[in-house]
């Protein structure tokens, strides 16, 4: 069963043009919930961090939220050099064998045209 | 530049083969994390170390294995290479135990033909 799904699968918005990216969960036993951006070829850059119900995150165009069930990920006045891949990923569970596993959602990748 | 350097940047072998892909984290962080990405299954979690010693594993094939050196860096082992394995693989590290942000390498690309 998918843990972490985020939606859209692809976002395509004009320069200037706010919207919002989601990520819904169903683990249990949440430790962190963190986004980050992927350009093509290139590894994961670290964008926030979120660890409870209700926490914000801002950098300069982004703002990350987070409820008991989901995040959202705002951008709001998009430029074309936002555009990315965007990942959430998900440290969860009791411990154990698990402490360090991060689980990913798919991405959405987000164009933003001029 | 997140601190994380892996080698090599490519890597084009044939099915049977076995490479070793090469990891050091940034200065400090004491966990080092494996994972791989492909088109198909996106980035899935191999394995942790912290401080020379496995503390968390996820779908890792039996033909895999890993280890962390006292000096920090780590190494990945595939052997006995499929074409399935063709995939970018992503070192990571974070200075704690695990339960905070992981800064990812620039990855290796493994082409097995």
């Known amino acids: 069963e998918d843990q972490v799904t985020q939606s859209p699968e692809a976002l395509r918005l004009q320069e200037g043009e706010s919207s919002s990216l989601n990520c819904s969960y169903t683990?249990?036993?949440?430790?962190?919930l963190f986004w980050y951006r992927q350009d093509p070829g290139k590894g994961p850059e670290f964008l926030f961090t979120?660890?409870?119900?209700?926490e914000e995150k801002e950098k300069e165009r982004l703002k990350a939220t987070l409820t008991k069930k989901e995040s959202f990920l705002h951008i709001t006045a998009p430029k074309p050099e936002d555009s990315a891949t965007y990942l959430c990923?998900?440290?969860w569970g009791a411990g154990g064998t698990s402490y360090g596993k991060l689980t990913f959602g798919q991405g959405t990748i987000l164009t933003v045209h001029p | 530049d997140s601190g994380v350097t892996q080698t090599p940047k490519h890597l084009i072998t044939a099915t049977g083969q076995r490479v070793t892909l090469r990891c050091s984290p940034r200065?400090?962080?004491?966990?080092v994390y494996w994972y791989q990405q492909s088109l198909d299954q996106g980035l899935q979690f191999l394995i942790q170390?912290?401080?020379?010693?496995?503390?968390a594993k996820g779908n890792i094939l039996e033909r895999f294995s890993a280890q962390q050196f006292p000096d920090l860096h780590s190494e990945l082992n595939l052997s006995s290479l499929e074409l399935g394995d063709s995939a970018l693989y992503f070192c990571?590290?974070?200075?704690?135990?695990?339960?905070?942000?992981?800064?990812f390498g620039p990855g290796t690309r493994l082409t097995v033909l």
């Open positions: 990571a590290s974070s200075g704690s135990f695990g339960y905070n942000e992981q800064f």
């Open positions: 200065s400090g962080d004491l966990s």
């Open positions: 170390y912290y401080n020379g010693e496995e503390r």
């Open positions: 683990v249990s036993g949440l430790r962190g």
């Open positions: 979120l660890y409870s119900a209700g």
């Open positions: 990923a998900v440290n």
